[in-house]
């Protein structure tokens, strides 16, 4: 199974731009380029902060976009998301039955588990699982068949990456996250959002993977406490292949427009 990652298209309304950049155009260039060279993926996911203040014309705008995709997406909320704005325009993604919008879905390959980390009542941006969202997490991980990978997608860490501000908005209760997984399976592979940086690493044995924003980055800062520095590093989206255990994840910069030579020329070896 093949399936590309998106995470914090920080939509806003048409024609408007957020920190110089216009979000719409960059997942249009997204868009254009998994239409062509990926038809056989089988979904594209983004992991959260779809829309950066979560208003109706931001969803909107999203929705129209996401329209030209040939591939089916999976969505998850982030910090910035408001769910009930978001199903207004999206009227066709499950909410659980507490309203939660995270889903279990069960592939050949894999078994997908999308949670929902928002705490819309949070005075930051700090996110959060529930008691309602830790017992959705327990039955998924329990009832997920055990012949193939169970792959993991959140908005916010459960962990410190050293991006000091970030830092403070992770989840709120990883020990309440970790207790689940610890009494029932450790998920193959754990994707997230939130930090605008590619970042890997194993999170008490389970591997993770953190990337790029479509929008704005993070920069690469691990001194700063009082704000997060930002960034216009070039944006990417990953492209997933899962083959049993077997999992191999690229990065793509689809804006770079620059050459693409052999390294084998020597003409290109030895330009001057
Ligand atoms: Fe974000």
Redesign the pocket.
Known sequence: MKFIILT?T?FVARNRKIYGLDPAERLAAAINRINLDHPDIAFVIVTG?LAHWGEDPAYENLSMELKRLVAPTILLM???DKRDAFSRHFPDVPRDANGFVQSVQVFDAATVVTLDTLNEAAPDHAGLLCEARLAFLEHALMSAPADRPLLLFQHHPPFDSGLRYMDTIRLANPEAEWDVIARTRLPDYLFM??L?RPIAGVWRGIPFHIQR?LAHQVAFDLVTAGHIPGSHEAPEYAHVTVNGGHIVIHHCAFLYDGPIFSLQDQAALNQA
């Open positions: 914090d920080h902060d982030g910090n910035h959002g939130h605008h924003a």
